[in-house]
């Protein structure tokens, strides 16, 4: 499922980053990882899988394409307001891109983990729904 080796420099860099939202713990490397980094605070506990985009300026629907395992693998943590799945996206230059993993959305966020106001959100799973409707028997 994974595609490659881990991103060991976007790693390294996602680590302050974490830090900054509370205790970081990381994972450790294997095919059924489907986090990176869990950030532990006091409300809400975050799951981040970080990841190397070589077009970290592509719409939020492209990277939804583009990272679509990834995201549905996030989608299997368990949920509830107190427990997010995030994906971080980091570009060969060092820009990062933030998203809130949600059951049926992909949320642009910031570095804090707060929604961009200006930022997109995509329904990603209507999409595929409606692709997997349109070829089910009738």
């Not at 995201?71 to 107190?82: E, G, N, S």
């Not at 959305?105 to 209507?126: F, H, M, N, P």
């Amino acid at each position: 499922m994974s595609r490659g080796p881990r991103p060991h420099r976007a790693l390294e860099e996602a680590v302050p980053i974490a830090k900054a939202r509370g205790i970081v713990q990381m994972t450790l490397s294997g095919p059924e990882r489907i986090f990176d980094i869990a950030i532990i605070s006091k409300v809400p506990v975050t799951f981040a899988r970080v990841m190397f985009a070589p077009a970290i300026l592509a719409t939020i629907q492209q990277l939804a394409e583009e990272f679509k395992d990834e995201i549905a693998q996030l989608r299997l943590i368990a949920r509830d307001t107190a427990i997010t799945a995030e994906l971080w996206l980091r570009s060969k230059h060092g820009t990062w891109r933030f998203f809130l993993v949600t059951p049926n959305s992909l949320v642009e966020i910031d570095r804090e983990g707060k929604r961009i106001v200006s930022g997109q959100t995509v329904a990603y799973v209507a999409g595929i729904a409606a692709r997997e409707e349109g070829s089910a028997p009738s």
